[in-house]
Structures are given as structure tokens and as C-alpha cells.
């Protein structure tokens, strides 16, 4: 344990207000912080991303935010490339890697040096089963999927095509259900001396501030965040505009939906996404819950929580 590098990580699902506490425990531990987020990586999608601003940032060095176009694909193959460069960056300059942000998977992949299938292993089964997406509905190659492998039917979402085809793809190059396969690097143990918090609310409460935080996109000009993505060529087929927020206003404006179905869409599919985000963290082994109402919903109360922890763990005192 003790020849493991340290490394902080703080998650939780969309909205429960990771960044203000993950700034506060980057200061007072001499850290930098890697965002785990799909989204954030890309310049020119700050609004639908809640991206966090140079002035919340108070200071701190941010790793992976605003390194790629929205043309250009990210993946968990180029997470984990970056991800783990800049653990080594910060590392070597004698400061403590924070990683925040709620990609779980991502998360996953660093932690325990998850290995994947080669991606570029054969082009023509993923162009097959783009195509009879795009000819039958992506419902129609998740049973596709939901045939050969139901655990990962169950936990891929049909309309994340790109999992739902890298599981068949997977299947059909290996002889083997990619479920099995990452449950077994899961089983992996841990490449870092790591403390892993995640921060979880009330349900009520969760679904409220999405709401909040919607709404707070929409009149802060989500709409024409978007708009200007469609001019620079930004289409519906891209990573980048696959994302919550940028979808379903991409539909309004191809006028394929109304707003009002627009804004429906995204908050109900944003309390399905938190849902399955918690779901996540619970599989996972050797993770500290810090549930608000545990801490009567004092931000600053879970905060010294979260440092007492990190200090005994550490056998360093920090303070607030």
C-alpha cells in the first residue's frame, strides 16, 4: 500500500454538487484536479456541461477540460491515455491528483488499469451495425445485444449506440460477453493507495436541483450554445453532441421535436442518467458514501468530514 501512489477521487451523480467540495479538498491538500466527465473535454460546450468556470476553479489546475473540438470522438480508450498522463504530471511535481466527475466507468478504468478490447480490431462490424442502426432503430441492435449478452442489455442504455455496438463487437471478435470481461477486470485490484468518496442526496432533492439546474442552462442561452454548434458542423452522428443538453435541443433546432418536449426529454432523461450513475457507484467495492442528509445538508459539516477521512487515511492532518 504504502509504494501505491495517493490519489483522491470524488463522484457522485449529476448535480449533487461535487465541484465546490472537490475545489475545497484540492486547496487544502496541495491537489489538482482530472475531470471524469465525457463532456468537459470539448471547447465550446460550457453551458449544457455545467462546465466549471476560471473563477470556481479558485486557483486550482484543471486536467482534462477543453482539450478537443467537438468534431473529434472521445472515448474511454483516450480518457485513460490522458487521465493517466496527467496523474503522472501531477504526481511528479509532488502534488495529490483529485479526479472528479461522475463517469463511473472512467473512474473504474483508471483505478484498476482496466484493459480493452482493440478498438480499431475490426471496422466492418462496427460499420454493419451502425448501418442497421441507422435502417431498424437502435432499439432493434439492442436486441441484438439483449441476445447474446442480457447483463450488459441491462446496463447499456439503447440509445448509447457506441456501447451498445462495441458489446456485440466484442462478443462477436472474442467469443466472450463483454459483461464477463469487465466484471473480471473489476475484480482488479487497485493500482493506487486511493480514497474514493462518493458524495449522493435525497432523491427528492437530486431531482429537484436538476430540475434547477435545466433551467438554469435554458436561460443562460443552452439554445444558443447549440445553435452555434450546428454552424461550426456540429451533427446529431458526433460524441459530442450525444450528450444530455446538446441531443435533444440539436432535435428542437432540426426541428424533429418541439421545446417543450426538448426541455421534457432532458430533465426526465437526466433523473434516468442520475438514477443509473447510482446504481454504478453501489457496485462498486471500497467506496466511502457521504450522503447529505448524514450530514444535515451542510455542505461545510461534509467537507471536514471528507478531510478527516482523508488525514487518517493519509497520516496527514488537513484543515478547511
Same mark, same amino acid.
Given at each position: /500500500?504504502?509504494?501505491?501512489?495517493?490519489?483522491?477521487?470524488?463522484?457522485?451523480?449529476?448535480?449533487?454538487?461535487?465541484?465546490?467540495n472537490?475545489?475545497?479538498?484540492a486547496?487544502?491538500?496541495? $491537489?489538482?484536479?482530472? &475531470?471524469?466527465?465525457s463532456m468537459?473535454?470539448?471547447?465550446?460546450?460550457?453551458? $449544457?456541461?455545467?462546465?466549471?468556470?476560471?473563477?470556481?476553479?479558485d486557483?486550482?489546475?484543471?486536467?482534462?477540460?477543453?482539450?478537443?473540438?467537438?468534431?473529434?470522438?472521445?472515448?474511454?480508450?483516450?480518457?485513460?491515455?490522458?487521465?493517466?498522463?496527467?496523474? %503522472?504530471?501531477?504526481?511528479?511535481?509532488?502534488?495529490?491528483?483529485?479526479? @472528479?466527475?461522475?463517469?463511473?466507468?472512467?473512474?473504474?478504468?483508471?483505478?484498476? $488499469? @482496466?484493459?480493452?478490447?482493440?478498438?480499431?480490431? !475490426?471496422?466492418?462490424?462496427?460499420?454493419?451495425?451502425? !448501418?442497421?442502426?441507422?435502417?431498424?432503430?437502435?432499439?432493434?441492435?439492442?436486441? /441484438?445485444?439483449r441476445?447474446?449478452?442480457?447483463?450488459?442489455?441491462?446496463?447499456?442504455?439503447?440509445?448509447? =449506440?457506441?456501447r451498445?455496438? %462495441?458489446?456485440i463487437?466484442?462478443?462477436? =471478435?472474442?467469443?466472450?460477453?463483454? &459483461?464477463?470481461?469487465?466484471?473480471?477486470?473489476?475484480?482488479?485490484?487497485?493500482?493506487?493507495?486511493?480514497?474514493?468518496?462518493?458524495?449522493?442526496?435525497?432523491?427528492?432533492?437530486?431531482?429537484?436541483?436538476?430540475?434547477?439546474?435545466?433551467?438554469?442552462?435554458?436561460?443562460? *442561452?443552452?439554445?444558443?450554445?447549440?445553435? +452555434?454548434? +450546428?454552424?461550426?458542423?456540429?451533427?446529431?452522428?458526433? @460524441?459530442?453532441?450525444?450528450?444530455?443538453?446538446?441531443?435533444?435541443?440539436?432535435?428542437?433546432?432540426? *426541428?424533429?421535436?418541439?421545446?417543450?418536449?426538448?426541455?421534457?426529454? =432532458?430533465?426526465r432523461?437526466?433523473r434516468?442518467?442520475?438514477?443509473?450513475?447510482?446504481?454504478w457507484?453501489? %457496485?462498486?467495492k471500497?467506496?466511502?458514501?457521504?450522503?447529505?442528509?448524514?450530514?444535515?445538508?451542510? +455542505?461545510?459539516? /461534509?467537507?471536514?468530514?471528507?478531510?478527516?477521512?482523508? $488525514?487518517?487515511?493519509?497520516?496527514?492532518?488537513?484543515?478547511?
Amino acid at each position: /500500500m504504502m509504494n501505491k501512489q495517493p490519489l483522491i477521487i470524488i463522484t457522485g451523480p449529476t448535480a449533487v454538487g461535487k465541484t465546490e467540495n472537490s475545489i475545497k479538498i484540492a486547496k487544502a491538500v496541495n $491537489g489538482e484536479i482530472i &475531470s471524469a466527465d465525457s463532456m468537459q473535454v470539448y471547447r465550446h460546450m460550457d453551458i $449544457g456541461t455545467a462546465k466549471i468556470t476560471q473563477e470556481e476553479m479558485d486557483g486550482v489546475p484543471h486536467h482534462l477540460i477543453d482539450c478537443l473540438e467537438p468534431v473529434e470522438d472521445f472515448n474511454i480508450f483516450r480518457f485513460k491515455q490522458m487521465a493517466d498522463a496527467a496523474i %503522472r504530471d501531477i504526481a511528479g511535481r509532488g502534488r495529490m491528483p483529485v479526479i @472528479v466527475g461522475g463517469t463511473g466507468f472512467y473512474i473504474q478504468a483508471v483505478l484498476k $488499469g @482496466v484493459e480493452f478490447a482493440d478498438e480499431e480490431a !475490426d471496422g466492418s462490424i462496427r460499420k454493419e451495425l451502425q !448501418d442497421m442502426a441507422a435502417l431498424k432503430g437502435n432499439e432493434y441492435v439492442h436486441e /441484438m445485444l439483449r441476445k447474446i449478452d442480457p447483463e450488459s442489455a441491462d446496463a447499456i442504455h439503447a440509445n448509447n =449506440l457506441k456501447r451498445v455496438i %462495441r458489446a456485440i463487437e466484442y462478443y462477436r =471478435l472474442t467469443g466472450e460477453k463483454i &459483461s464477463v470481461h469487465n466484471a473480471r477486470e473489476s475484480e482488479k485490484e487497485s493500482l493506487y493507495d486511493s480514497l474514493y468518496f462518493v458524495i449522493n442526496n435525497d432523491r427528492e432533492i437530486l431531482y429537484q436541483r436538476i430540475e434547477e439546474r435545466i433551467d438554469r442552462m435554458l436561460s443562460d *442561452g443552452l439554445v444558443k450554445e447549440v445553435e +452555434k454548434l +450546428k454552424e461550426m458542423g456540429c451533427t446529431k452522428d458526433m @460524441v459530442s453532441m450525444k450528450g444530455l443538453g446538446y441531443k435533444e435541443i440539436l432535435s428542437y433546432l432540426n *426541428g424533429e421535436i418541439s421545446y417543450d418536449e426538448a426541455v421534457y426529454i =432532458l430533465k426526465r432523461d437526466t433523473r434516468h442518467f442520475a438514477k443509473r450513475q447510482i446504481t454504478w457507484f453501489k %457496485r462498486e467495492k471500497d467506496v466511502i458514501w457521504m450522503n447529505y442528509p448524514d450530514y444535515h445538508q451542510d +455542505k461545510q459539516e /461534509m467537507l471536514q468530514a471528507m478531510l478527516k477521512k482523508i $488525514g487518517e487515511h493519509y497520516g496527514i492532518k488537513y484543515d478547511v
